[in-house]
């Protein structure tokens, strides 16, 4: 599995609460959710996002509500992985739950910026930044959860045993 | 090998005799909880599958509390769909407007968690019933759905942090002050993927109700779950709501622990979360220049009973400031009651406040108190991010409702103490 795309970086304690407002959980829509991604903090983000960039977040990303919106409406904007220095638990578990792909690298969470092109191999957990010409390694998937993320979502991993 | 509280509870679960952390293990649930925004998303998921049924009718609790009564079109499609499944399931612990209350007041209330149970639930306060001795984690729509369907959820073992508490605490320091003091101590990431286990002998000078206050904010730690030892308050609590069996768990005295923090109760004041993260506590006395438009007193942090008796102490035979709107949310509609006939309810309205029926509503930026640009609030919730309660250049200030009565009489930030001194 393989991701390319590029880079929205963000800072530290990125919350629930920006990555989606409450006022929009009224619908759980995909679409609806996808539109107001990110808008108490980067109201472009919507309309500039393309399908496969890349998220790369501080520490404690995701950090605040149980959401799950919050891990669909990057997913739904066509986001194909979080990379972050550390993520919230909940957080963690929601985007795997949903096969979001998202990777813990402090290393590259540090050196990526804004708009740098990267690509990311989920098997080996290597990171490269094209950009700037540098590789980051992250630590690869348990197996237990690799099973999740490969079937797209813990309910087709349940409903396939 | 010694294990903590929570990892007993655990093993329990998993059927092992003993867990590590870091292990992934598939636990038993004794309960599954959703609200009225998370479960829509779990019955998607869980239809999409074709799950064909829920494990068990009567371990699964819904309900509607956030945007209810609906707060517009889609917030009742929401509810009517969770009405809908509940019904069509045969859900026996579904509520709705009339019987509901915030999940996290309600369910402890109703006696739907009892210590040594665990429980998830699609709310990240889930966390809250650990006061109770209970393993209880918020997690997403999918676990809820898989939850529903399965009775089990997949945990990684956390490690945990011991909070030791000593000392009594003074006049008008409620759990809330407890909780404000280790985050800002701590920081909000400060017990990630980790358990907080409270012991020491300042446990038993909290109440149940500062316990659920504590608990409750165990995941502005950034922790997996909080947990309280269970005494003779605790079984006292159990009494009369619980009528099932449970089982009392204890930390291993040599359990393994990444570090304790200290906390002398005798030595808290009562403090506020700046905005906009709740590590950004300060003492109230320190931060009382600050004008304000808004009080909340409420949430599942801090809607109980003693909550609003603690606030009606201090508001009552006084009036709210000029140009504050202070809006009072009882947490269930027995709390509801008890504080009509405690006259708390009529001591709130005399002095200028809206009093609310049982919603989460403005602690969410939902409905019924949301800040328009600049504006700002002392809300007893539970977390003041960025845009949390309305227009994203609004500001939270968070704090227990001592502190929140006395800044709803002086119209700035004040602590209880000015009151008692004659600050009106
Ligand atoms: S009162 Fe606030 S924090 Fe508690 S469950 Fe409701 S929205 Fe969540």
Same mark, same amino acid.
């Given at each position: 599995?393989?991701?390319?795309?590029?880079?929205?970086?963000?800072?530290?304690?990125?919350?629930?609460?920006?990555?989606?407002?409450?006022?929009?959980?009224?619908?759980?829509?995909?679409?609806?959710?996808?539109?107001?991604?990110? *808008?108490?903090?980067? &109201? !472009?983000?919507?309309?500039?996002? %393309?399908?496969?960039?890349? #998220?790369?977040?501080? +520490?404690?990303?995701?950090?605040?509500?149980?959401?799950?919106?919050?891990?669909?409406?990057?997913?739904?904007?066509?986001?194909?992985?979080?990379?972050?220095?550390?993520?919230?638990?909940?957080?963690?578990?929601?985007?795997?739950?949903?096969?979001?792909?998202?990777? *813990?690298?402090?290393? &590259? !969470?540090?050196?990526?910026?804004? %708009?740098?092109?990267?690509? #990311?191999?989920?098997? +080996?957990?290597?990171?490269?930044?094209?950009?700037?010409?540098?590789?980051?390694?992250?630590?690869?998937?348990?197996?237990?959860?690799?099973?999740?993320?490969?079937?797209?979502?813990?309910?087709?991993?349940?409903?396939?045993? | 090998?010694?294990?903590?509280?929570?990892?007993?509870?655990?093993?329990?679960?998993?059927?092992?005799?003993?867990?590590?952390?870091?292990?992934?293990?598939?636990?038993?649930?004794?309960?599954?909880?959703?609200?009225?925004?998370?479960?829509?998303?779990?019955?998607?998921?869980?239809?999409?599958?074709?799950?064909?049924?829920?494990?068990?009718?009567?371990?699964?609790?819904?309900?509607?509390?956030?945007?209810?009564?609906?707060?517009?079109?889609?917030?009742?499609?929401?509810?009517?769909?969770?009405?809908?499944?509940?019904?069509?399931?045969?859900?026996?612990?579904?509520?709705?407007?009339?019987?509901?209350?915030?999940?996290?007041?309600?369910?402890?209330?109703?006696?739907?968690?009892?210590?040594?149970?665990?429980?998830?639930?699609?709310?990240?306060?889930?966390?809250?019933?650990?006061?109770?001795?209970?393993?209880?984690?918020?997690?997403?729509?999918?676990?809820?759905?898989?939850?529903?369907?399965?009775?089990?959820?997949?945990?990684?073992?956390?490690?945990?942090?011991?909070?030791?508490?000593?000392?009594?605490?003074?006049?008008?320091?409620?759990?809330?002050?407890?909780?404000?003091?280790?985050?800002?101590?701590?920081?909000?990431?400060?017990?990630?993927?980790?358990?907080?286990?409270?012991?020491?002998?300042?446990?038993?000078?909290?109440?149940?109700?500062?316990?659920?206050?504590?608990?409750?904010?165990?995941?502005?730690?950034?922790?997996?779950?909080?947990?309280?030892?269970?005494?003779?308050?605790?079984?006292?609590?159990?009494?009369?709501?619980?009528?099932?069996?449970?089982?009392?768990?204890?930390?291993?005295?040599?359990?393994?622990?990444?570090?304790?923090?200290?906390?002398?109760?005798?030595?808290?004041?009562?403090?506020?979360?700046?905005?906009?993260?709740?590590?950004?506590?300060?003492?109230?006395?320190?931060?009382?220049?600050?004008?304000?438009?808004?009080?909340?007193?409420?949430?599942?942090?801090?809607?109980?009973?003693?909550?609003?008796?603690?606030?009606?102490?201090?508001?009552?035979?006084?009036?709210?400031?000029?140009?504050?709107?202070?809006?009072?949310?009882?947490?269930?509609?027995?709390?509801?009651?008890?504080?009509?006939?405690?006259?708390?309810?009529?001591?709130?309205?005399?002095?200028?406040?809206?009093?609310?029926?049982?919603?989460?509503?403005?602690?969410?930026?939902?409905?019924?108190?949301?800040?328009?640009?600049?504006?700002?609030?002392?809300?007893?919730?539970?977390?003041?991010?960025?845009?949390?309660?309305?227009?994203?250049?609004?500001?939270?200030?968070?704090?227990?409702?001592?502190?929140?009565?006395?800044?709803?009489?002086?119209?700035?930030?004040?602590?209880?103490?000015?009151?008692?001194?004659?600050?009106?």
């Amino acid at each position: 599995m393989q991701a390319n795309g590029t880079v929205f970086v963000y800072g530290d304690n990125v919350d629930t609460d920006v990555i989606i407002p409450a006022r929009y959980l009224n619908s759980s829509d995909p679409k609806h959710l996808a539109s107001h991604c990110m *808008e108490d903090i980067d &109201a !472009a983000f919507a309309q500039k996002v %393309r399908p496969g960039d890349i #998220i790369v977040g501080g +520490s404690n990303f995701g950090c605040g509500s149980s959401r799950e919106h919050a891990p669909l409406a990057i997913k739904s904007c066509g986001v194909s992985c979080v990379i972050a220095k550390s993520f919230a638990r909940i957080f963690y578990r929601n985007s795997i739950n949903i096969g979001l792909a998202i990777l *813990e690298c402090p290393q &590259a !969470a540090e050196n990526i910026r804004q %708009r740098d092109e990267i690509s #990311i191999d989920f098997d +080996s957990g290597v990171i490269t930044n094209k950009t700037r010409e540098e590789t980051y390694q992250a630590e690869p998937f348990p197996e237990f959860i690799r099973e999740i993320i490969n079937a797209d979502g813990l309910l087709n991993s349940l409903s396939k045993c | 090998m010694a294990m903590t509280m929570t990892q007993k509870i655990l093993a329990d679960h998993a059927g092992l005799p003993e867990v590590r952390a870091g292990q992934l293990i598939r636990a038993k649930l004794d309960l599954v909880l959703g609200n009225d925004i998370t479960t829509p998303v779990a019955i998607n998921e869980f239809e999409k599958h074709g799950l064909s049924g829920v494990f068990n009718r009567d371990k699964i609790a819904i309900v509607l509390d956030h945007f209810t009564p609906n707060k517009d079109i889609k917030a009742a499609e929401q509810s009517k769909q969770c009405r809908e499944f509940a019904k069509c399931n045969g859900i026996t612990h579904f509520y709705d407007v009339g019987q509901m209350g915030i999940e996290h007041a309600l369910l402890p209330e109703q006696g739907l968690v009892a210590a040594g149970e665990a429980v998830i639930g699609a709310d990240s306060h889930t966390c809250t019933y650990g006061a109770l001795g209970a393993f209880s984690t918020g997690v997403g729509s999918t676990d809820m759905a898989a939850g529903m369907a399965t009775g089990e959820c997949w945990f990684k073992v956390p490690s945990a942090i011991r909070v030791r508490l000593t000392g009594q605490p003074k006049k008008w320091i409620g759990g809330k002050d407890v909780v404000l003091t280790l985050i800002g101590m701590i920081g909000v990431d400060g017990a990630r993927y980790q358990s907080l286990e409270f012991t020491g002998d300042g446990v038993a000078a909290l109440s149940m109700d500062d316990r659920f206050a504590i608990a409750n904010m165990a995941i502005e730690a950034g922790a997996k779950n909080g947990i309280f030892p269970v005494d003779e308050a605790t079984i006292a609590y159990m009494k009369g709501r619980v009528n099932r069996e449970y089982q009392v768990y204890e930390a291993d005295a040599d359990a393994p622990y990444e570090k304790t923090v200290e906390i002398d109760l005798s030595e808290l004041r009562p403090v506020v979360a700046c905005p906009h993260l709740p590590s950004n506590t300060k003492p109230a006395d320190e931060v009382n220049d600050i004008a304000i438009d808004q009080v909340v007193i409420g949430s599942c942090t801090n809607g109980r009973l003693s909550d609003l008796a603690t606030a009606a102490e201090i508001i009552k035979g006084r009036k709210v400031a000029e140009n504050v709107r202070v809006i009072v949310i009882p947490a269930t509609q027995h709390i509801y009651r008890e504080a009509m006939r405690l006259g708390y309810l009529y001591t709130f309205i005399e002095a200028g406040c809206a009093v609310s029926t049982p919603t989460c509503g403005p602690c969410l930026g939902g409905h019924m108190g949301i800040m328009a640009a600049g504006e700002r609030t002392v809300a007893t919730t539970n977390r003041n991010f960025v845009g949390r309660m309305g227009d994203p250049s609004s500001e939270i200030y968070l704090a227990g409702p001592a502190v929140a009565a006395a800044s709803a009489i002086l119209g700035r930030i004040a602590s209880p103490e000015e009151i008692e001194q004659g600050g009106n």
